[in-house]
């Protein structure tokens, strides 16, 4: 077919199969969002384009080398969302909601945009899921989200292994750096290009390059410049975590790919995935609201790629089949057209024939959609009576009218159960 009545590189269309595992994913995160009482909150999708850049940081790759950024005709910077974090953060200061009471759980549902190279798994618009906690600087508030995702994990059938690190505080990050921006001159002809730009520009970037993974192995481990705060913040989240029996395994080369995280960091890998294995990500980003223009506050959260966890989930979030009732029209006449209603009124979901198909082609099309056949029209139709037929177990029966959607309900049930 010609390129360009094709969706654009990267892009996907979700056909309704697929949609209803979306659909059956998004009700499950909404459900494990309401048992910790997080609420919904939605933002457009795009922003000034400022809101990334200071936001999500000038260096990050998102920024440099992924956005979707235009001006608009009214000379306005805009950009298409790549991540959620900024933009709750932008609209958690913009709605003065830091003067609700503490601490304030929010989580998303949404499209996000960026240019990556498309792979399996790796899309340029992608929809996330994601956490966030504002208001609490507390160690309990980083074990909440890490409960609150291998809830959501286990849920949909995975057994979730959290990787934790901390990427320090500005009283030991510093010291960290200088350390680890050594220890790169010293193996500058092993590394990477990109690697040899970050290396000054973003040396804790480095850790987490692919192709440099020996280098990594070998650098300084931030742990031996955790200040006591740090340390003290970091062990407390392992110990309330292992506390509720979540496997979490410290990796030092952890450090996340955006600007604005402090403390904490996490990953869950699930290696059947691929190269891209990353079911979800965060940490703790205390400074991001001062970034966007308000006071810093506290704040911990992750989001997961829906596609990736769906990939992940397998059969574990199948597509719900919908127990259906087909109304086939015997003989001439409107009487399957006007029982489709009637059932549609009393919520039994319900096709009717649209092809003027023959009632042994309607039977047939009944076996491939529904689980109910009624039969409207012809003599019993006059005596206000039609028949019905379950195709799963060939139960027959003949009903009046006004039993019909009883009948049909209590059908449909017994077939679910
Ligand atoms: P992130 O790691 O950039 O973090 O993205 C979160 C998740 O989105 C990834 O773990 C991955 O599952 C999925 N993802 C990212 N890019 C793509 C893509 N191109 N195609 C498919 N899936 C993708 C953030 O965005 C932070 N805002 C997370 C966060 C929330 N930190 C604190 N709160």
Same mark, same amino acid.
């Given at each position: ?88 953060a932008r609209a958690y200061v913009e709605h003065g909601l830091s ?175 691929g190269a891209q294995s990353t079911v979800l990500g965060g940490g ?46 015997? *003989?001439?006449?409107?009487? $399957?057209? &006007? /029982? +489709? ?5 009393? !919520?039994?979901?319900? #096709?009717?024939? %649209? ?22 029209? *012809?003599?019993?139709?006059? $005596?206000? &009576? /039609? +028949? ?5 177990? !060939?139960?027959?029966? #003949?009903?009046? %009218? ?16």
């Amino acid at each position: 077919m010609d390129e360009k009545w094709q969706r654009p590189r990267g892009t996907q269309d979700i056909l309704p199969a697929d949609a209803a595992r979306v659909e059956r994913l998004r009700r499950l995160v909404s459900s494990v969002a309401a048992l910790y009482g997080y609420g919904a909150i939605e933002t457009p999708v795009f922003e000034q384009t400022a809101v990334f850049v200071d936001g999500v940081g000038d260096g990050t790759d998102i920024v440099q080398h992924e956005r979707y950024s235009f001006v608009d005709s009214g000379g306005v910077a805009l950009t298409l969302r790549p991540e959620g974090t900024a933009a709750v953060a932008r609209a958690y200061v913009e709605h003065g909601l830091s003067a609700w009471p503490k601490p304030v759980r929010l989580y998303y549902w949404a499209p996000m945009f960026r240019r990556e190279r498309p792979q399996k798994g790796r899309y340029r618009q992608h929809q996330q899921y994601g956490f966030e906690l504002y208001g609490s600087p507390e160690p309990s508030a980083d074990a909440e989200v890490l409960l609150v995702a291998r809830r959501l994990l286990e849920r949909v059938g995975l057994t979730p292994q959290v990787l934790v690190n901390s990427i320090g505080c500005d009283v030991c990050r510093p010291g960290y750096r200088a350390a680890l921006v050594s220890y790169f001159q010293e193996r500058w002809a092993d590394l990477c290009e990109d690697c040899r730009r970050r290396a000054t520009e973003n040396p804790l970037r480095v850790l987490d390059c692919k192709q440099d993974r020996d280098v990594a192995r070998g650098a300084p481990d931030i742990a031996d410049f955790w200040c006591a705060a740090c340390r003290a913040h970091q062990d407390a989240v392992m110990a309330l975590v292992a506390d509720q029996g979540l496997a979490v395994v410290r990796e030092p080369s952890l450090v996340r790919g955006l600007d604005y995280y402090y403390r904490t960091v996490f990953e869950v890998h699930d290696p059947s995935l691929g190269a891209q294995s990353t079911v979800l990500g965060g940490g703790r980003y205390d400074g991001l609201t001062a970034r966007v223009g308000g006071a810093p506050v506290p704040a911990v959260g992750f989001a997961g790629g829906v596609e990736r966890l769906l990939m992940a989930a397998g059969s574990a979030v199948a597509e719900d089949p919908v127990p259906r009732a087909y109304v086939a029209q015997v *003989g001439p006449g409107r009487a $399957a057209w &006007r /029982v +489709g209603e009637m059932l549609r009124d009393a !919520g039994i979901p319900t #096709e009717v024939d %649209l092809m003027a198909r023959s009632l042994k082609a309607q039977m047939k099309e009944a076996g491939r959609r529904a689980v109910v056949v009624v039969l409207a029209g *012809g003599q019993e139709w006059e $005596a206000g &009576r /039609v +028949g019905l037929k379950r195709l799963t177990d !060939g139960r027959e029966a #003949e009903a009046p %009218l006004v039993d019909l959607t009883e009948t049909v309900r209590a059908w449909l049930d017994e077939h679910e159960r």
